[in-house]
């Protein structure tokens, strides 16, 4: 039986969000450039074969710009400001 990847654990391996890879996948599937090892599952889950993983990432690639390729976090400061100066 062949090792089939979920859409979290390719997400994990890419280093990128999962939803990415869910429209990526769907965007392959509908052009039919995904082999048929790779399917939809009960209607809602892929389940990917691992030869279709580098066209995934190339996909990936060829979509997003560098810099937005891998989300950064950002920490976020609220300061308070004093409104009671002279």
């Known amino acids: 039986m062949t090792k089939r990847y979920s859409v979290q654990d390719v997400a994990q391996m890419l ?3 999962h939803e990415q890879i869910r429209q990526t996948v769907s965007y392959l599937a509908e052009r039919r450039l995904l082999s048929h090892e790779t399917f939809l599952f009960a209607a809602s889950t892929w389940r990917i074969a691992p030869s279709d993983v580098p066209l995934i990432q190339q996909r990936l690639k060829d979509r997003l710009p560098d810099h937005e390729a891998k989300p950064k976090r ?7 400001v004093n409104e009671t100066e002279p």
């Open 15 to 17: 280093q990128t969000d």
């Open 74 to 80: 950002r920490h976020k400061v609220v300061r308070k």
